[in-house]
């Protein structure tokens, strides 16, 4: 039987690590992803800024970093890892492949979302003068907001599964934690509570999620 009296802060130190890689990935995603899956259909044939080469390319380069089980992901950036942030083991260095994971996977979600818009309202836009970011910003994203944020939703909750997985390589977190303690130790009760505790931050995000896109959506 663990001492839940030592147990205890090391599982709240643990989910705390975890909100800070899934939140900072999360933040990194949005970055990235957001004008890259705008870029996949302004380029695709008949877009605003059509270039149907360079959107292959992108679609290319999209499609390699989906197809890529995280874990491989994981290992094989390990090299960019060290460049960018010094190391590759904790928390910090588990960002790294965690939003490079999760780009391309938003890309794609918010390029999906973007070509449910209505045709007819962006070439009105056009007709009335509006240049290609005043119909990105006031038409495409405006009209999609809450499915933008439902996408959001999705690879929040898939970052907290890859965050789980960084464990395996010393990434820390509640997937570290249940790994040292639930397979190296098998300490069953503490990777039950590690689980719980993963579950419980899913549904938290979800509910937050629903909600929100729920409250943008009028109509």
């Not at 259909?41 to 290319?60: E, H, I, N």
């Not at 942030?85 to 994971?101: D, K, N, Q």
């Amino acid at each position: 039987m663990n001492d839940w009296q030592s147990l205890v802060p090391e599982l709240l130190d643990a989910t705390v690590d975890t909100l800070y890689m899934v939140g900072l990935a999360s933040v990194v995603t949005i970055v990235g992803g957001l004008p890259l899956g705008v870029l996949l259909l302004l380029t695709d044939k008949g877009g605003l800024l059509a270039a149907p080469k360079a959107q292959r390319v992108l679609g290319a380069v999209v499609n390699v970093g989906r197809s890529l089980p995280f874990i491989v992901l994981l290992v094989a950036v390990i090299p960019f890892t060290r460049l960018v942030v010094g190391t590759t083991i904790g928390s910090t260095a588990a960002i790294v492949p965690l939003s490079l994971g999760a780009i391309p996977f938003f890309a794609r979600l918010v390029e999906t979302s973007l070509r449910d818009v209505d045709r007819g309202l962006v070439e009105a836009a056009l007709a009335m003068g509006a240049r290609t970011r005043d119909v990105v910003g006031t038409v495409y994203l405006r009209e999609t907001l809450p499915s933008l944020v439902s996408g959001l939703t999705i690879t929040i909750v898939a970052l907290i599964g890859y965050s789980a997985m960084a464990g395996v390589v010393g990434g820390g977190g509640l997937g570290d934690l249940a790994i040292r303690y639930g397979y190296q130790r098998f300490e069953t009760d503490v990777m039950v509570a590690t689980v719980v505790l993963l579950i419980v931050m899913v549904q938290l995000v979800q509910m937050a999620g629903d909600t929100i896109a729920r409250r943008l959506d009028h109509r």
